[in-house]
């Protein structure tokens, strides 16, 4: 027992990482495009922070829907005009976190 805040600690720091390979993948994609999905990536976590403050569940399931969505997006590869729909849902997301959910 003495050992796992060590160990949720070590989670915790992994489940808020971006996403490696994403980062790993940018010659898929322009440094420019790759930077505004790592910003993304950064805003979503700070907005889910604002919005399920004091709510520990809703802060760690949040936690793992974004970063399962960044992962099982990480190779996206294909037009310009497609990776951008994705970079829009990010900036979407972002803004139902911040403005539209009423809890």
Request: avoid cysteine; charged fraction near 25%; glycine fraction near 4%.
């Amino acid at each position: 027992k003495h050992n796992q805040p060590n160990e949720q600690a070590g989670q915790a720091q992994l489940a808020i990482r971006p996403p490696l390979l994403l980062i790993a993948s940018t010659h898929r994609m322009s440094s420019s495009t790759a930077l505004r999905a790592l910003s993304g990536y950064r805003r979503l976590f700070r907005a889910r922070k604002q919005l399920f403050t004091g709510d520990e569940r809703a802060l760690r399931e949040s936690r793992f829907a974004i970063r399962a969505e960044f992962d099982k997006n990480k190779t996206i590869t294909g037009p310009p005009e497609h990776i951008e729909g994705f970079l829009s849902m990010i900036d979407e997301a972002e803004d139902m976190l911040l403005h539209d959910i009423s809890i």
